[in-house]
Nanobody, 117 residues
Framework: VQLQASGGGLVQAGGSLRLSCAAS????????MGWFRQAPGKEREFVGQ????????GYADSVKGRFTISKDNAKNTVYLQMNSLKPEDTAVYYC???????????WGQGTQVTVSS
């Protein structure tokens, strides 16, 4: 499975961005897709996830109510809609894929999101 993340950029606080993660390869057997982020000097943290079949989502408390994950199965693409962005959301965002429910085995290259105050 190959993952290509895109859509990052610079935005002012309160603004919005939508990240995309295009998956290729053995996506038919995917269990879930996730988004993670890593800010400078901090460990990578979980942002949210979506089940490949059914679309059930889950989010970290820090983004709940502001971020929404969706998917387009026909395009094998997962989206992260980020609203009401805050400076503390600044990070490199990664998408990841879990093929069987055990752990996220596949990772995209990351896309930078910078939120200015």
């Amino acid at each position: 499975v190959q993952l290509q993340a895109s859509g990052g950029g610079l935005v002012q606080a309160g603004g919005s961005l939508r990240l995309s993660c295009a998956a290729s390869g053995r996506t038919f057997s995917m269990y879930r897709m996730g988004w993670f982020r890593q800010a400078p000097g901090k460990e990578r943290e979980f942002v949210g996830q979506i089940m490949w079949n059914g679309g059930r989502t889950g989010y970290a408390d820090s983004v709940k109510g502001r971020f929404t994950i969706s998917k387009d199965n026909a395009k094998n693409t997962v989206y992260l809609q980020m609203n009401s962005l805050k400076p503390e959301d600044t990070a490199v965002y990664y998408c990841a894929a879990d093929p069987d429910g055990a752990k996220f085995d596949y990772w995209g290259q990351g896309t930078q999101v910078t939120v200015s105050s």
